[in-house]
């Protein structure tokens, strides 16, 4: 079965000789990992959302944004884990950028560290590692010499319930990238030009729902990227620029093919969504906002 859809890197839908939701199944994580707010704050500016907003966050806000985040995610039925955030590492509650954990053709658990672009958030990846280690995962680093950059799971996303990734590149992840975490992981890669420094991730401008639906920002994408998400997904729900930008509105999260939790008052996604026949949870990260980051960003899925 895996032979149909050998490791590779695709990034024209004219290439693309498979549906992903004809792909292998893969089993969706049960556990949500989060990072405590402890030092978070807008130290510096790395993204265009951080400008104007260095030292402007309500820490005790965004304690409480957190906390609320959290308590949804154990609602739905994930237990969250936590690693302590450590000083001078405000972005560190950021966790979907630092790893990405997956899962091995063999069925082993293992964890790909991130190469950060930040000179400011690499000192990160270490407690992520350590933490990764303390849980029985394979540790796999990606080749510095041949990689300038990979950022984990803010870059990288999985089809819902596929063995197929989709890899953001152009900010902040090298396309080289994902040759490498192709061939570890058994699996193809669909890459995706992102054009647009407002949606520097590809977490920020896609948000796959469920295996045939996908929220999208079409600016975020040059023709290539948007006509490969066009092949990959039956339904692409656009993202208005507007919501994308000051809501990150695609950068909510569906982790179970039936609930969206996403940043409150997009108002047009969140009718998109509910019409799509997804039930929206909405939170408050607007703390969070200040530094580009919400739902999908504070978290990341482990087994």
């Known amino acids: 079965m895996f032979d149909r859809f050998?490791?590779?890197?695709?990034?024209?839908?004219?290439?693309?000789?498979?549906?992903?939701?004809?792909?292998?199944?893969?089993?969706?994580?049960?556990?949500?990992?989060?990072?405590?707010?402890?030092?978070?704050?807008?130290?510096?500016?790395?993204?265009?959302?951080?400008?104007?907003?260095?030292?402007?966050?309500?820490?005790?806000?965004?304690?409480?944004?957190?906390?609320?985040?959290?308590?949804?995610?154990?609602?739905?039925?994930?237990?969250?884990?936590?690693?302590?955030?450590?000083?001078?590492?405000?972005?560190?509650?950021?966790?979907?950028?630092?790893?990405?954990?997956?899962?091995?053709?063999?069925?082993?658990?293992?964890?790909?560290?991130?190469?950060?672009?930040?000179?400011?958030?690499?000192?990160?990846?270490?407690?992520?590692?350590?933490?990764?280690r303390g849980q029985g995962f394979q540790v796999a680093r990606l080749d510095e010499f041949r990689i300038s950059e990979f950022e984990g799971g803010g870059d990288a996303l999985w089809h819902p319930g596929r063995g197929v990734i989709y890899g953001g590149h152009g900010f902040r992840s090298s396309i080289d990238a994902y040759g490498a975490l192709s061939g570890l992981l058994g699996v193809p890669v669909l890459a995706l030009r992102l054009n647009d420094p407002r949606f520097y991730h590809l977490d920020t401008c896609l948000a796959p729902l469920d295996v045939s639906t996908a929220l999208f920002v079409e600016e975020a994408f040059d023709a290539e990227g948007r006509d490969l998400l066009a092949a990959c997904f039956d339904r692409l729900i656009p993202v208005p620029i507007q919501e994308a930008?000051?809501?990150?509105?695609?950068?909510?999260?569906?982790?179970?093919?039936?609930?969206?939790?996403?940043?409150?008052?997009?108002?047009v996604t969140r009718e998109r969504v509910q019409r799509a026949g997804f039930e929206v949870l909405e939170v408050d990260t607007s703390e969070f906002l200040k530094s580009g980051g919400s739902v999908y960003c504070l978290k990341t899925m482990t087994d």
Do not use: K
């Open 6 to 132: 050998p490791a590779r890197v695709i990034t024209r839908a004219s290439d693309l000789d498979f549906r992903p939701v004809d792909a292998p199944a893969r089993e969706e994580p049960r556990r949500v990992l989060m990072a405590s707010p402890t030092y978070y704050d807008v130290e510096y500016v790395i993204n265009p959302h951080m400008e104007g907003n260095v030292g402007r966050v309500d820490r005790l806000l965004a304690r409480q944004q957190w906390a609320a985040l959290r308590a949804v995610y154990e609602g739905l039925g994930y237990p969250v884990e936590v690693i302590a955030g450590a000083p001078l590492l405000p972005d560190m509650v950021f966790t979907a950028n630092q790893s990405f954990p997956a899962r091995l053709p063999d069925g082993g658990r293992v964890v790909v560290l991130s190469i950060m672009r930040s000179a400011r958030r690499q000192a990160e990846v270490p407690w992520f590692e350590a933490w990764y």
């Open 245 to 267: 930008e000051r809501g990150l509105a695609a950068n909510g999260h569906c982790p179970d093919g039936r609930h969206f939790v996403v940043q409150a008052g997009s108002v």
